[in-house]
């Protein structure tokens, strides 16, 4: 089975900085891996230079057998690669419905205009709150809605991949609860990282969990207590 991505040798950086050296990940077609680390072990940094927001130190990152190294991040998000940011980053000023179509963009220049409204009604079906508040500008939802809206902004590319960098950060257990079953829920349909702080949250949603340490993913077992 070719591997959905698969990074090879990854080194990570800002400039002079080293941030990891050797990073190596391979993720099968619908598989959910879990990351796991102290902060600023490098795990925002890995999932900002695997969807091409970060240059690349050294390595390869390959989509579906294709090396996609050189690739702009525009050009990976169209071909499935898709982030759930650190923090959300909705648009406090735009309308939640304004924050979805920008997804509109990160589609292929060739897909057939009745692609996004399809794939918009799936999406606001899963999260009928957005549809809601759809003319509410970003800045009114709560957490667990702007996290709803940035997972329904990654959704919007249809991914095969979706990477989501610290998604329990700041919400109350409730939504947590929600979330995770919303992520079991996904499970198999598409492939997903999932970086976390939260362990027992990676237990119950990740096929297998990895540690960053010195810069480097370690697999440890899915019921090892961290
Ligand atoms: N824009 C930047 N410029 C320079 N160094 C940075 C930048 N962003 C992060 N770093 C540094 O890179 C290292 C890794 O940071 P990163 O955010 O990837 O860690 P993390 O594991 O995601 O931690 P956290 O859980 O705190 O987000 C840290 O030493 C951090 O200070």
Not at 51 to 59: D, E, F, K, R, S
Not at 141 to 153: F, K, N, P, V, Y
Not at 175 to 191: H, T, Y
């Amino acid at each position: 089975m070719t591997p959905v991505l698969e990074v090879k040798g990854l080194g990570t950086g800002y400039g002079q900085l080293a941030v990891s050296r050797d990073l190596s990940l391979t993720l099968n077609p619908g598989e959910t891996v879990g990351i796991l680390g102290v902060n600023g072990a490098g795990k925002s940094t890995l999932l900002k230079t695997i969807v091409g927001l970060l240059p690349q130190h050294a390595g390869q990152v390959l989509l579906n057998g294709n090396d996609i190294s050189t690739w702009p991040a525009f050009r990976r998000a169209r071909n499935g690669v898709a982030l759930v940011p650190e923090g959300r980053q909705v648009l406090a000023g735009l309308s939640v419905r304004d924050n979805l179509e920008l997804t509109r963009a990160s589609l292929p220049s060739r897909t057939p205009a009745d692609v996004f409204p399809g794939r918009l009604a799936e999406v606001l079906s899963i999260f009928p709150k957005l549809g809601e508040r759809g003319a509410n500008p970003g800045s009114s939802l709560s957490g667990g809605e702007q996290q709803m809206l940035a997972i329904a902004r990654a959704l919007l590319i249809a991914p095969s991949v979706m990477m989501l960098d610290e998604p329990t950060q700041g919400l109350a257990p409730v939504i947590v609860n929600m979330l995770k079953n919303l992520l079991v829920d996904f499970k198999g349909r598409f492939a997903m990282v999932v970086v976390e702080q939260n362990s027992a949250f990676l237990e119950s949603v990740a096929d297998r969990i990895l540690e960053m340490r010195s810069g480097r993913l370690i697999e440890v077992a899915a019921t090892e207590k961290i």
